[in-house]
Nanobody
Framework: QVRLMESGGGSVQAGGSLTLSCATS????????MGWFRRAPGNEREAVAA????????YYADSVNGRFTISQDNAKKSVSLHMTGLKPEDTAMYYC?????????????????????WGQGTQVTVSS
């Protein structure tokens, strides 16, 4: 059974930092797309960052580019999102997502339709 388990959420003041982690289990940790998405109350889910397992560079939404960094730890089979310079508008539930093994639907790494597995989410709250 595929499982994605997020951790690391919490409450911080504006300008602070947090690192979210996504532990994976139940499938082969091979070349697949891994992403972070978020949903704020009253808003639609939006992409934050994504990375192909095995690559060093990620993809970022304009709203977080330069502040957030996505990375992978192949030994731990996990993906992390390091967030700095947090703003109140970053407040949301953050979700880890994974695409199918060795599949690229060609929709772009920040398209939610590239992903088939989703975690339960971890809350991030940024106060001003």
């Amino acid at each position: 059974q595929v499982r994605l388990m997020e951790s690391g959420g919490g409450s911080v003041q504006a300008g602070g930092s947090l690192t979210l982690s996504c532990a994976t289990s139940g499938y082969t940790y091979s070349r697949r797309l891994m992403g972070w998405f978020r949903r704020a109350p009253g808003n639609e889910r939006e992409a934050v960052a994504a990375i192909w397992i095995g690559d060093r560079s990620g993809y970022y939404a304009d709203s977080v580019n330069g502040r957030f960094t996505i990375s992978q730890d192949n030994a731990k089979k996990s993906v992390s999102l390091h967030m700095t310079g947090l703003k109140p508008e970053d407040t949301a539930m953050y979700y880890c997502a994974a695409g199918p093994d060795e599949v690229d639907y060609g929709l772009g790494p920040l398209s939610e339709y590239e992903y088939v597995y989703w975690g339960q989410g971890t809350q991030v709250t940024v106060s001003s």
